[in-house]
Structure formats: C-alpha cells, structure tokens
C-alpha cells in the first residue's frame, strides 16, 4: 500500500515529476511529461504497478528529509539504531530537449557501514505493461512500445520475478550513483550523464533561479518553496502550470472523487500571475499570459476550462481498472471529461489575466484585445445562462453566484482596458452591462435570511466561493453582506478551524456520494477577506494553522481531513501553492495581491 500522501516529496525537471516516499520509493513518474503514461504508478495501486526503492536493508530508527537550500534536490537521510547513517540524494537534472528525462539517485554513507537494498518495478501505461528488461554493461534497458528506459550504475543487479533488484553496502564517505533515463524507443539510446556533475548542475540552477525571488517577511521559508514548487509544475516548453502532477488521489479515502489534474486550468490564472509578479517572476509571468492566449485563441464558445500542457483541447476521460487505486479509491481516472464542461467564470479570469499584466507594466497585446473583445461579447449574450461552476459538478447546472461574479469582472476589465489603456471599446454599452450583472447578481444571490451570499441563485446553502467577491473588487470588504456572509462561512462551513467549499448534504449538488475533505484555498479566501477588513490577528492566526498542514518538506495538498489528520486529494497541489504565497503577501504587505485586485 502507497503510504499517506504527506510522506510523499516531490522532485522534477520542468517537464514532469516524480513523488518519492520517505521509505526511499518513487511511487509515482510520468516520462517524459506531466500527462505521460506512468513508468512507476504504484501510488494508485501496488508495487507491482512500478516503483524505485532505495533504502537501508537493517530497520531504521529515523528519517529526517530536507531540500538542498531554495532547490528541488531532495535529502533523505535514514539513521540505523546504532547510530549508523546513509543518505538517498534525488533529484531530476533540468532537460532542454523533449526527447530526455533522467531521474538520479546518489546512496551517501555519512556514518559507519549500511547494508542497501535496490527494489524497482518498471512498468509502462500505468502498471499496465511489464517491459523487455535486458541487462546491459552500464546496467540495463528496459522497453515496450514507444518507451524505452536506461539504468545506469556500478552496483551489480539481478532480475527476479520480473523485477529488478540489488543489494550492496555503503560506508562512510562512498557516493552510489543511479541514473534512470527515459528515451523514445525508436530513438538511439542517451549516452551517459555523469551524476556528481548532474547534481551540482541542478542544484546551481534552482539555487541561481531562486536568487531572482522578491521575498521576505516572517513567510520567507514558506513562500519560496511555494514559488519552487510552482516552477517544477511548469512546462517549460510552453509556459503552461499543471494543477498537480498526479491523477486521482482521492477527495476521501475509499471514495469516487478522484480526478485528473495534470493539466492546466484557466481558473487558475489571474492568482498564479499575481503569485509571479509580486515574487518577481516577470519572465514565468510572460510566459504563463502567452500560454493562456495561444491557448484560448479561437472561437469564444470553444473556450475549455482547462487545457493539455501545450493548448490539447481533446482531454479525453477514460477509468484504469487495473489499477486499484490509492488506498481502494476507485475509480483511477485517466483524462478529465470536465474539460467539456460549461464554466462561465474562465471567461472573466482570462480577461482579469491581461489586466492584471498591463497594470503590472506588462507589453501590451492588441491581437490579444481582439479576442478579449470578442470573450465580452460573449458574455454579452451568455451571463444569463446556468452552467457548472468553480466546483466542476456533475450534477445539473444552476445560475452559480461565483459564475455570475466573474462575468461582472470580464465586464468590468474590459472597460478598464478602454479607460486606461486607451484600447477600442463599446464603453458605454459595456457600462450598462456591468451595471445590470451586479444588480442581478446583488438582488438574486443575497438571502436575506442567512444574511449571505448564497450558492446560487434561490438557494439557501452557503458556498466558499463567495469570498472571492471582495477579492475581485465586486464588493468592498466592509460592505454589510460581504461581512455576514464573511461571519455566516465561519460559522457554517467551519470544520476544525478550516472552510469547507459548501455543505454536501445541504446542497446535494454534484451528482456523487458525499465526503470530501476541506479545501484548503477557501481557507487561505477567509484569510485574506479577514486581512482586508483589518482583522489582522485573525487572518494570521488561520494563516499559521495552514502552514501548520505543510508537510516536512514544506508541500500541500488540494485537501485535508481535520479528523483523520491527513493530507487528500492530488499532491502536490499548484492552486494551494499559489493562494499561500499571495496570503502571505497580503499578510506582510501594505498592498498585496487581494488588495491590489480588488482595487478598481
């Protein structure tokens, strides 16, 4: 069985990215890109689905994990009862070629003499596939269909029961090295890489990209891992930010809420640019803006919530029944059929997305005007229709409060654009417009009852999405309804502290069984509501308890089960990530992210 998802560090190349366990296992690697098929998938099944474990043979007292510095080269250090120490060096060498990715791992003796055990399954498309392993002078290969593998390394292997397996000591001072690299099987094979110069190579390079952070404050430690996590979540090739780099960790232990989330979501957008440029990432920022508009280029009713790493619009969803699923949770999705969905809130995060980089100073894009003007045409004719919210339901579609909001905000930059960037407009036609979307959505939304902005239009349930409507400038924070349903949230969705995204068995909404943990980016929402109306004390005090979740190395996760004390759903999460940074901004700024969005 995997173990918990918060015994899990991520390691990656910019490209994809590997989870390896605090036992030495790397449970889960797609090669050669995030949406790949799995070579080791035994997160979501067994170690027969694919694993790599590298650990002491003799059982272990403690292990104490860290990365090197502000990189993604991960330390794990595994001390015996005797006091005797080895340490496992992982890391993912940064590739500029598509054709390539390498994972190495480097034993260390730090103290006395460790018996080591090599374990590895390899398997391709997901456990499905158990490849021609041959043993070769470097080590071995390994292939079947379009992929191939190398390991190389000086420590002797041997095959058993279509595994490979190892066993060797280490001794103080003596560095073990294994490089797995992946490889088009039709392709000539990669000649070798040397590891020790491979690791300071990588280690150089995120050290030299982490030196380009505008980052202080009492959340340094916290804010730069985000900002590092959320660079290892690029694709580099193209710009695009996976929500995460795995498939179908459940929302609840044994439940059918798993999803797909190694693509990219226009939701995401407007926070993760903010997230870029207060840190100082202009160059990601650019790159992030430039992905979303070649990606949406086209047809305004053909906009997708999320996308491929490269723009794919076809993220066909299909179940893995081999595999069993992270501790029996089925079914293991592969694809995500929400990408056919209709979500009228992307429209107002693409359009927030290029107001937010002009006011930051960013070139502006006139081909880029052109389908924005186009996207509030749309909106023009659509706003009034029901569709499937932030939440993605698979229920029935409702006239979503956060939709309706975020077709005001498409409204609402769009003439930000004529009035002060000088770009063409119907201003006035656009005025009216925005003027009606915020009195329906004022007279429709509030239940005056619950003293709150509701779920959607006529309902009674409370929804955390809602908090986004002082965040996105709707509403000022001080305004009477922002702050009872501010009060009525923490009241009502309150589970241990934390906000739940609404009430499963109030609003029967998403067509699945309930259960689900807290989702942790509507708790960071309440922090920054909380920072701007001045309630300071308050927004840390949450603040902190959410830092309190990280795990040693410093990831989260999409969810948490405040009774089980344990991380849910996909890991590590970009979405998370990104609303820790802008919450400690906001938290140690005099304008941060939430301030300066909200400002009209």
């Known amino acids: 069985m995997a173990l918990r998802i918060e015994d899990y560090a991520l390691i990656g190349n910019t490209g994809t990215a590997a989870l390896v366990g605090r036992d030495g296992s790397i449970d889960w690697l797609c090669m050669p890109r995030f949406d790949s098929a799995a070579c080791f998938a035994a997160l979501l099944g067994t170690p027969e689905h694919g694993c790599w474990r590298i650990a002491p ?11 090197r510095g502000d990189s993604l080269v991960l330390e794990t250090e595994f ?95 003596e560095r073990r090295p294994f490089t797995l690299t992946w490889y088009p099987s039709h392709q000539p094979a990669p000649g070798a890489r040397h590891p020790l110069k491979a690791l300071e190579a990588t280690e150089a390079w995120w050290s030299a990209w982490s030196a380009r952070a505008q980052c202080s404050g009492p959340y340094r430690a916290q804010v730069m891992r985000s900002l590092i996590t959320l660079k290892a979540l690029t694709y580099a090739p193209t710009g695009g930010i996976v929500a995460a780099p795995t498939t179908s960790l459940p929302e609840a232990i044994g439940g059918p809420r798993n999803w797909d989330y190694r693509y990219c979501w226009l939701r995401d957008a407007t926070f993760t640019l903010y997230a870029m440029l207060s840190s100082g990432y202009q160059e990601e920022a650019a790159a992030w803006r430039a992905w979303l508009l070649r990606t949406v280029a086209g047809q305004p009713e053909q ?25 029996s949770s089925r079914p293991v999705r592969i694809g995500n059929a929400a990408y056919e969905q209709f979500q009228l809130d992307v429209y107002g995060e693409v359009i927030d997305v ?26 023009e004719r659509n706003w009034r229709e029901p569709d499937e919210g932030i939440w993605e339901v698979r229920g029935p579609r409702r006239h979503f409060t956060h939709s309706k909001v975020m077709a005001w905000v498409a409204v609402d930059r769009a003439i930000k ?36 902005f509701v779920q959607y239009y006529g309902a009674d349930a409370l929804d955390a999405s809602v908090l986004m409507m002082p965040l996105v400038g709707f509403l000022p924070v001080r305004d009477p309804r922002v702050v009872g349903t501010v009060a009525a949230i923490q009241r009502d969705l309150n589970d241990h502290g934390f906000v739940k995204r609404y009430d499963e068995s109030d609003s029967g909404i998403d067509g699945l069984p309930p259960g689900e943990g807290v989702f942790l980016p509507c708790t960071f929402w309440l922090a ?21 979740l990280c795990n040693d190395v410093g990831l989260l996760s999409e969810e948490y ?30 304008s941060g992210p939430a301030h300066e969005r909200a400002r009209r």
Not at 57 to 67: D, E, I, L, N, Q
């Open 561 to 590: 089960d405040p009774r089980a004390r344990r991380m849910l759903g996909n890991f590590p999460q970009a979405f998370t990530h990104v609303f820790l940074i802008n919450t400690a901004h906001n938290l140690s700024r005099p």
């Open 57 to 67: 043979a003799a059982p272990v007292k403690t292990v104490r994990r860290a990365y």
């Open 528 to 548: 920054d509501n909380l920072a701007m109306m001045g309630r300071l004390e308050e927004a840390r005090e949450i603040f902190e308890r959410l830092l309190g």
């Open 354 to 379: 290029f107001h937010v980089a002009l006011r930051a100073g960013m070139k502006p894009d006139e081909n880029a005007w052109q389908i924005l003007s186009v996207m509030v045409d749309f909106v």
């Open 79 to 173: 001390e015996m009862a005797g006091g005797e120490r080895v340490a496992l060096i992982d890391f993912m060498p940064i590739e500029t070629r598509e054709d390539r990715a390498d994972v190495v791992r480097i034993v260390e003796g730090r103290r006395g003499r460790v018996p080591m055990t090599m374990d590895a399954a390899f398997r391709f498309d997901y456990g499905r596939i158990v490849p021609w392993v041959r043993g070769r002078k470097y080590g071995l290969s390994a292939g079947a269909g379009p992929d191939a593998l190398q390991l190389r390394t000086p420590v002797r292997m041997r095959g058993e029961n279509f595994r490979t397996v190892a066993n060797f000591d280490i001794v103080e001072g």
């Open 303 to 327: 906009i997708q919530i999320m996308y491929g790493l490269a723009g794919e619009r076809r993220l066909t969803e299909f179940a893995a029944p081999w595999l069993p699923g992270y501790e």
């Open 417 to 452: 654009g004529v009035e002060h960037h000088g770009f063409a407009g119907p201003i006035e036609r656009w005025r009216k417009l925005r003027a009606q979307i915020h009195e329906d959505i004022c007279r429709q939304a509030f239940n005056s009852k619950r003293n709150a």
